[in-house]
C-alpha cells in the first residue's frame, strides 16, 4: 500500500543473496513451501497466500532454490491440485518466474508472472462472496509492475540503444489492454455489498495502473479507471487514498490543470501519515511547484532545501537568483520530473519584477525601457556594457515588449503597449490581479 512508486524492485539483492545460498536448499524447501501454500488456501489467509506468491518476501525465495531440478508446472499440478484446485497454475507459473530470475531472463520471468496473473484473475472472476485471494491479486499486480520496471532499467543500461522506448511499449500493448479489461471486469461487475464486495479493490489497482501508466506514457485507460473509482462508494484504506490522490495531481499537473492538481496533491500530503517521510517527501516536490505556480508560497520549513532560493527569487522578482538557483539544482529537477514546472515560474518572477518596478514609479504609463532597465539589473547584466550609466544588459526593448506581452496574455498584468511610442498604459485598479 506505500504510494508514489517508492517501494523499490529487491531483485538485485535477492538475486545475489540467494546465488550464495543456492547450495544449500533442498527438495525440503520446496516441499515445505506446498504444504503452506495448501495451508494458507485451506484458511482463506489472504495475507499469508499473497506472501508466498511475492517476489518480495525474501524468506520464501531463499528456500526455492532447487528449482532448477525440477519440472515446477508439474509438481506444482501433482502437490497442489487436490488442496487448492485450479490455482495450482498460478503457484507454478509464479515459481517458473522465480527460476527464470535466477537464471536472470527478466523478461520470461515477467511473462510467467503475467500468467500467473491471469490465472488469479480468472479465478477472482469466477467467485461470488470471497475477497481473501485478490491480495495475491493485487500483490501479482504489484511484481508485474516490478519487473516491467526492472526492464526498462535493463534496455536504459545499454546507452545509445534506441529499442528501450520500443520494446517496453511492445511489452504494454501486449498485455495493458489485457490487464485493464480483466481486471476492471472482474471488480466492478461484482454485486456484493461491504467487506464482501470485490470493489474495494478497485482503487489499490487503479494506483498501479497509474504507475505503469506514468512509466509507459500511455494513458488510454486512465481516465476510465478514474470514472470506475469516483463511482465506488466503498471505504478505502488510507494509504491506498494517498496514492490514488497523488497520481491524480500529477495526472492534473500532465494536463496543465494546476488548480485541480493542488487539490490532490494538498489532500494527500494532509493525509500523508508523519512518520512517512520518503512518501511526504515525494508528493512536496510536485505541492511545491504547483502552489508556486497558483500563487500560493508554502510555510516556513516545509519546503526543501532545493526550492528555498527559488521561492526567495519569486517572491522579490529576482531573476539572477532564480537563474542560479535553477542551474544548481537542474539535474534534481530533471530527476523528479519537476523541472518543467520549475521553469514555468520564471514568469511569476518577471510579473513580481514589473510589479515592484511599477509601484517604485507610482505611474500608470511607463516606457518599455523603464522596465528593460529593471529586467537587466534583477538580472545582474547592468554596468557590463558601454551603453548610458546603466550598461548595455542582456534584454533590449524588443525583449520586453515581449515578456510584457506574455503578461498580459497570461492576465497576470493589465495594460496595452503601444509600440510605436515605447510605452505601456496600464489600468489603474488591480494592474497585476491575484494568480488564480
Known amino acids: ?8 524492485f529487491v531483485f538485485v539483492v535477492v538475486t545475489s543473496s540467494l546465488n550464495s545460498q543456492w547450495n544449500y536448499c533442498g527438495m525440503g524447501e520446496v516441499h515445505q513451501y506446498f504444504v503452506d501454500v495448501v495451508e494458507a488456501y485451506r484458511r482463506e489467509d489472504g495475507l499469508t497466500f499473497a506472501s508466498l506468491l511475492s517476489l518480495r518476501n525474501f524468506n ?14 508439474v509438481e506444482s499440478k501433482r502437490r497442489l491440485e487436490s488442496g487448492i484446485g485450479p490455482l495450482w497454475e498460478a503457484v ?11 537464471e536472470s531472463t527478466l523478461e520470461d520471468a515477467f511473462w510467467h508472472k503475467y500468467n500467473c496473473y491471469k490465472v488469479l484473475l480468472l479465478h477472482a472472476t469466477e ?63 461484482d ?19 497509474f504507475a505503469l501508466s506514468f512509466q509507459t506514457n ?16 466503498l471505504r478505502q484504506k488510507k494509504c491506498d487514498i494517498v496514492t490514488y490522490n497523488y497520481y491524480k495531481g500529477r495526472h492534473c499537473i500532465m494536463n496543465q490543470q494546476y488548480k485541480e492538481a493542488r487539490t490532490y496533491l494538498e489532500y494527500a500530503y494532509r493525509m500523508c501519515p508523519n512518520n512517512s517521510k520518503k512518501n511526504l517527501h515525494l508528493i512536496l516536490l510536485l505541492l ?24 526567495h527569487a519569486v517572491k522579490t522578482g529576482n531573476l539572477q537568483e532564480f537563474d542560479e538557483a535553477l542551474e544548481l539544482h537542474r539535474q534534481f529537477f530533471i530527476t523528479c520530473s519537476v523541472y518543467a514546472l520549475v521553469e514555468k515560474l520564471r514568469l511569476h518572477v518577471l510579473r513580481n519584477l514589473f510589479k515592484k518596478t511599477q509601484l517604485l514609479k507610482g505611474k500608470n504609463v511607463l516606457s518599455v525601457s523603464v522596465f528593460t532597465k529593471a529586467l ?24 520586453t515588449e515581449c515578456i510584457l506581452a506574455n503578461l498580459i496574455s497570461e492576465k497576470f498584468l493589465k495594460g496595452q503597449i503601444h509600440f510605436n511610442k515605447k510605452m505601456i498604459a496600464m489600468k489603474p485598479k488591480d494592474t497585476f490581479p491575484p494568480i488564480h
Request: charged letters at 25%; a negative charge.
Open 376 to 399: 537587466n539589473f534583477s538580472a545582474g547584466y547592468l554596468g557590463k556594457g558601454d551603453g548610458d550609466e546603466f550598461g548595455a544588459g542582456e534584454y533590449d526593448d524588443d525583449d
Open 60 to 73: 520464501v525465495l531463499s528456500s526455492l532454490g532447487s528449482l532448477e531440478f525440477m519440472d515446477v508446472m
Open 127 to 189: 467467485i461470488q462472496g470471497e475477497v481473501w485471494q485478490l491480495k495475491a491479486l493485487e500483490q501479482c499486480f504489484f511484481d508485474i509492475r516490478l519487473l516491467f520496471t526492472r526492464i526498462r532499467k535493463c534496455y536504459n543500461e545499454y546507452p545509445g540503444e534506441q529499442c528501450v522506448k520500443a520494446k517496453t511499449k511492445e511489452i504494454w500493448s501486449l498485455v495493458g489492454g489485457d490487464l485493464f479489461q480483466g481486471t476492471f471486469r472482474a471488480l466492478n461487475n
Open 92 to 102: 507454478g507459473e509464479h515459481l517458473n518466474c522465480v527460476k527464470k530470475m535466477f
Open 1 to 8: 500500500g506505500c504510494c508514489c512508486g517508492c517501494c523499490f
Open 288 to 311: 511545491i511547484p504547483v502552489s508556486l505556480l497558483r500563487g500560493i508560497f508554502p510555510r516556513e520549513g516545509i519546503a526543501t532545501s532545493e526550492f528555498e532560493h527559488l521561492i
Open 218 to 233: 500511455e494513458f488510454a485507460f486512465i481516465k476510465q479507471c478514474i470514472s470506475t473509482v469516483e463511482k465506488c462508494k
Open 191 to 209: 454485486r456484493s455489498d461491504g467487506s464482501k464486495s470485490k470493489k474495494q479493490y478497485l482503487m489499490p489497482m487503479t494506483n498501479h495502473f
